[in-house]
């Protein structure tokens, strides 16, 4: 009897988390209430609250359900045991720009994430977690440049934090560029292809 209810309480979760990726690509983050995804997801709003602790924390657990593109690009590279990086970090890039593309629900969730998030303030925590995301990845993307450069034996044209946040800029202007107008252009190979360029410009091509 434990168990069902168990399994019974973690179906509700995903329900809401399905209905809440729909809702808030329908309306916006800021244009749901929490009354919205409760009658989506076929429940009561008092299940929400036995889930999450507001709106902005049924979105966090949405995004944390989908493990983000870039996220899971600096997941294979810290992988790789190679001197030189880069050749890991532009396959792994490979692999998330095909991911955006092929997954419906990674899709769905990145463009809930880019493109219907408004900062009000009950959406603060939501903020926080895209600056935190942000910051982790131009961090990261700076480590793997600094250890290409040492690896190659060549010096960066610009300082390491500027090329990991051009990268990073690059990349996610990409994605929702695409994301507003898939039909405009092939993402992976375009995207790919100003990346190298882009290496090229800082001294790794």
């Given at each position: ?9 973690l179906?509700?979760?995903?329900a ?5 990726e ?12 929490l009354?919205?995804?409760?009658q989506?997801?076929?429940?009561t ?6 889930h999450?602790?507001?709106k902005?924390?049924?979105?966090n657990?949405m995004?944390d359900?989908?493990a983000m ?5 600096l ?6 045991p190679?001197d ?5 970090l532009?396959?792994a890039l490979?692999?998330a ?7 419906p629900?990674t ?5 809930v ?5 408004e ?22 993307f700076?480590h ?6 040492q690896?190659?034996?060549?010096k ?14 690059l ?6 560029n695409w994301?507003l107008?898939p039909g405009?252009?092939e ?11 882009y290496?090229r ?5």
């Open positions: 009897m434990v168990r069902r209810t168990k399994e019974e309480a179906a509700t979760r995903h809401l988390l399905d209905a809440a729909h809702v808030f690509l329908a309306q916006g983050v800021a244009g749901t209430s009354n919205d995804i409760a989506a997801a076929g429940t709003r008092g299940a929400i609250y036995w999450f602790k507001d902005a924390d049924l979105f657990a995004m359900r989908v593109p870039l996220q899971g690009a997941s294979l590279v810290d992988a790789q190679e030189d990086p880069l050749p890991g532009k396959k490979r692999a720009l095909r991911q955006t593309v092929n997954d629900q899709r769905r969730v990145f463009e994430a880019t493109h219907k998030v900062y009000v303030d009950s959406l603060c925590a939501v903020r926080a977690r895209h600056l935190q995301i942000r910051n982790l990845w131009t961090d990261r700076r793997v440049l600094l250890r290409s450069a690896a190659r034996g060549v960066l044209a610009v300082p390491a934090t500027v090329a990991a946040h051009g990268l990073h800029a990349l996610d202007g990409f994605i929702q994301l107008d405009a252009f993402l992976e190979p375009i995207a790919l292809k100003a990346v190298d360029a290496l410009g800082i001294g790794l091509g």
